[in-house]
């Protein structure tokens, strides 16, 4: 990792990044590209986002200065053993300390796609192949600041083949009943809001 305080970017590099997280979402892509961005400066250059400053150009007129988190995207999975049970992993998280209940989930690769990206982290994280991927939703995680965009799949006709984590991973694979996981939410138990957001688009509306 390193600072780069004057390390300027290409004029166009923020427009191709809005681009390239909107390609599922036309009407997303549509109010994202009323924004301009001009000048980005990378600050920050990280093993998983950068952070960048970029002038902004309101459409209703003035300019600011943002400090922006540049994520490259990532995906979370809801996988179904069959009908009524999913999988759930218990994930060692340092940041906060706590091992939390989540869906699998990582970040996308270069030049990867989102349900490549999908296949991947649920072999990785749970041990289970998937041969379908389903569409779930998008979100961002925290727009204030970041452009970070996670794309959800539900991921069925699941066959075991084993963990592939990475050194710094801790994670225990839970099979778990999908309305335990539910009631798991509504105690608290559950406090990952991405896992949160896919489950509950999920109850909502499938």
């Not at 400066?41 to 600011?64: N, Y």
């Not at 091992?99 to 690769?109: D, F, N, Q, R, S």
Request: net charge negative; with cysteine.
């Amino acid at each position: 990792m390193q600072l780069c305080t004057s390390d300027p970017i290409p004029g166009d590099y923020i427009a191709e990044k809005v681009m390239q997280l909107c390609t599922s979402d036309p009407i997303l892509g549509e109010i994202l590209m009323k924004f301009h961005y001009q000048n980005p400066k990378r600050l920050f250059h990280g093993i998983l986002f950068d952070v960048l400053s970029v002038e902004a150009e309101h459409p209703k007129g003035g300019k600011m200065r943002r400090e922006l988190v540049d994520h490259p995207g990532a995906v979370v999975i809801l996988p179904f053993l069959n009908k009524e049970e999913i999988l759930l992993i218990r994930n060692k998280r340092d940041i906060v300390q706590r091992t939390l209940w989540e869906l699998p989930a990582g970040k996308l690769e270069k030049d990867e796609s989102p349900e490549d990206c999908a296949a991947r982290e649920l072999v990785e994280e749970t041990g289970y192949q998937g041969t379908k991927f389903t569409p779930l939703l998008n979100f961002f995680t925290s727009p204030g600041f970041s452009n970070e965009l996670i794309y959800g799949y539900v991921a069925e006709d699941l066959t075991h083949v084993g963990q592939n984590l990475d050194e710094s991973e801790e994670i225990d694979v839970e099979p778990t009943k999908l309305s335990d996981a539910l009631q798991m939410i509504k105690e608290g138990t559950i406090c990952d809001a991405k896992t949160i957001c896919a489950l509950l688009h999920f109850h909502t509306f499938q």
